[in-house]
């Protein structure tokens, strides 16, 4: 049997939570690999969350100063689901100290962050991974798999999208995701990160870009530190300056010659979780939406008169072996913890394989470049070239 893997998580709110339940479930899903992860120990400033984590999750020790996550000898891997403005720092330490490290997204406040923590973990020679876990779906896997085998033919148009009604409301609080001091940029990192990484591994590189922004919502009731989530609201004031982007739109060209649009929204009205992308080849189209996240459309023409139009594909063991591990029975779907899951186990077996895999911080730079372009595009109102930041 594979010895144990240490794992240290440093953010105990609803991401934390979310991403330890997803390592206790590997060992069940996917048993055939014999990966072992341990809850060591978990870090949060809030005590209370902390000790909460530590009795119902399985934690070993608890503790509130991060410090201790990263300086523990059984940790081979810190999880880190803090706010933005934390992950530089935590990241740096966790690199020195050679600890292989998974940043939920975005991985930096801002390209230049992103850019100085894939340094730091690549210098340091350490396993990296990022939370894109929209990418998991077995459909999406399987579309990646039937574009990559020239299925769809050549790429010509491509449109993804993330609209969410998380900050529709004008009385959602004022968490650090509405502050630049804390979340650096706000839908062009937050929101816009997914969009960009589902474009880089379904349609590939993207080569410029001409982009539009704005905040709708100006200000909002302040929070209670340690407190709810960004879906909390209060209505009781007082209020303070949203800070950062709700809305961001973007003309993009690809590297392969494919045009499109990405766009991005936290306080649309309507859309829930809709995350989302067409392909357009010159064989055929495949549509794809996180809200109907275990089915997709596909248009492959045959020629039979009356075959004109999309069919609906509901997920399959066939599609792709990350859906066997969970439901072995077709169209018998799967849920956002099953991706963490995913997600979580693909980490792993970088570790005991020795080989890294994606989406990896170099994943989070290529989105940072991308990022970087867009506000360059915004300061300009004109095109602007996706350029290396690499260190």
């Known amino acids: 049997m594979t010895k144990p893997i240490g794992i240290g998580v440093i953010g105990m ?27 060591v120990i978990c870090a949060d400033a809030v005590e209370a969350r ?28 810190v999880n880190i689901a803090t706010p933005n403005d934390q992950h530089l720092e935590i990241v740096k330490a966790a690199a020195a100290a050679g600890k292989h490290i998974f940043c939920e997204k975005p991985v930096g406040r801002n390209p230049q962050e992103t850019a100085e923590i894939e340094y730091a973990a690549r210098k340091a020679g350490v396993f990296s991974f990022v939370g894109y876990n929209y990418r998991w779906a077995p459909v999406v ?40 001091e804390y979340a650096g940029l706000g839908t062009l990192g937050d929101l816009m990160s997914h969009a960009c990484d589902m474009a880089h591994m379904i349609a590939g590189p993207i080569k410029r870009v001409v982009a539009n922004r704005e905040t709708f919502i100006k200000q909002r009731p302040l929070s209670t530190p340690g407190e709810g989530t960004h879906f909390t609201t209060r209505t009781d004031g007082p209020f303070g300056d949203v800070t950062n982007e709700d809305y961001v739109s973007v003309l993009v060209q690809f590297a392969n010659g494919a045009h499109g649009t990405l766009e991005a929204c936290r306080v ?20 794809w939406d996180f809200e109907r996240m275990n089915e997709m459309k596909m248009y492959l023409p045959d020629g039979v008169p009356g075959h004109e139009g999309y069919v609906r ?4 063991p066939e599609h792709h072996p990350f859906h066997g591990p969970f439901n072995p029975a077709p169209g018998t779907g799967l849920g956002y913890d099953d991706l963490k899951t995913i997600e979580a186990h693909e980490f792993l077996r970088s570790i005991v394989d020795g080989k890294q895999r994606a989406p990896s911080f170099a994943d989070a730079l290529a989105v940072a470049e991308f990022q970087d372009a867009v506000q360059r595009s915004w300061e300009t109102g004109a095109w602007a070239d996706v350029v290396s930041l690499r260190r």
């Open 13 to 39: 709110g609803w991401m934390g939570t979310t991403h330890s339940r997803s390592y206790l479930g590997i060992p069940s899903r996917f048993e055939e690999d014999d990966i072992r992860p341990r809850l």
């Open 50 to 77: 902390a000790q909460r984590a530590k009795q119902n999750i399985g934690f070993e020790e608890y503790t509130t100063n991060w410090h201790d996550v990263i300086n523990h000898p059984e940790v081979q891997v």
């Open 141 to 180: 896997q399987y579309a990646r798999q039937f574009i990559q085998e020239g299925n769809l033919g050549e790429l010509t148009h491509y449109r993804g999208r993330f609209f969410c009604m998380y900050g529709s409301n004008p009385y959602s609080v004022l968490s650090w995701r509405f502050q630049q």
């Open 268 to 287: 649309i009205f309507g859309p829930v979780v809709e995350m989302a992308f067409e392909v357009n080849g010159r064989k055929g189209a495949i549509s």
């Open 313 to 316: 594909v509901l997920s399959n």
